[in-house]
């Protein structure tokens, strides 16, 4: 029988984690993005091979889709872009974990929580590459083809612009306010059956 267990994180516990992943920025700062890629997605190979509770595997599934957004060859994420999510990625680089990912089941727990800080502030660029995701495997369907296979097809070209540029206006337009956006999207992100070059087990 399923057990529904909640926590707040206060604003110090908050601190901890913001304070946690500046200094990783700061330690990873000179790694290039191939690093930074390599280290998050190793993260990933490792919880491949050991059973993990759903609410940490549902969280690894958006760190799968930050890693995806910046190899995707047909989202193209541009310098300034690809810089934003690389940020947010730096911290799985980072091999000074909080809890030591060894550590059965609860060192992947302080990942889970710097997963969700990162996707809460990274929730327009992972909506809009969700329905990027959404629009590749039925167009591609449509065309009897395989999505893993369109690379940057020109029918992509316009419905990526125009979702893009969508991320863009509403980022900057949360700029001006906490700098975390509003919170109420984010738990769409990551969660689409669509093709992405990931390489999470439970999708």
């Known amino acids: 029988m399923p057990l529904a267990i909640s926590f707040e994180l206060s604003d110090r516990d908050l601190e901890h984690f913001h304070s946690a992943i500046k200094a990783a920025g700061a330690t990873a700062g000179a790694k290039s993005t191939e690093e930074i890629v390599g280290a998050a997605s190793q993260l990933l190979e490792e919880a491949n ?23 995707d060859e047909g989202w193209a994420l ?20 909080i809890i030591p990912d060894n550590v059965p ?29 959404e629009f590749r495997q039925g167009e591609a369907t449509r065309r009897g083809l395989n999505p893993a296979s369109v690379g940057r097809a020109d029918w992509l070209d316009s419905r990526r612009d125009e979702l893009q540029d969508r991320m863009h206006r509403r980022r900057n337009r949360d700029a001006g306010g906490t700098g975390y956006g509003d919170s109420s999207g984010y738990a769409r992100a990551g969660y689409t059956s669509a093709w992405r070059p990931g390489m999470l087990r439970v999708r």
Not at 78 to 97: I, T
Not at 105 to 110: A, M, Q, R
């Open 105 to 133: 089941v609860l060192g992947y727990f302080d990942d889970a929580i710097a997963i969700e800080i990162c996707v809460t502030e990274l929730k327009h660029e992972l909506d809009a590459y969700e329905e990027f995701c």
């Open 78 to 97: 541009g310098d300034e872009d690809r810089k934003h999510v690389l940020s947010a990625l730096v911290y799985f680089a980072d091999p000074a974990d």
């Open 49 to 71: 091979k050991v059973a993990l509770p759903d609410f940490i595997l549902q969280r690894l599934d958006k760190l799968d889709a930050l890693i995806a957004m910046v190899r």
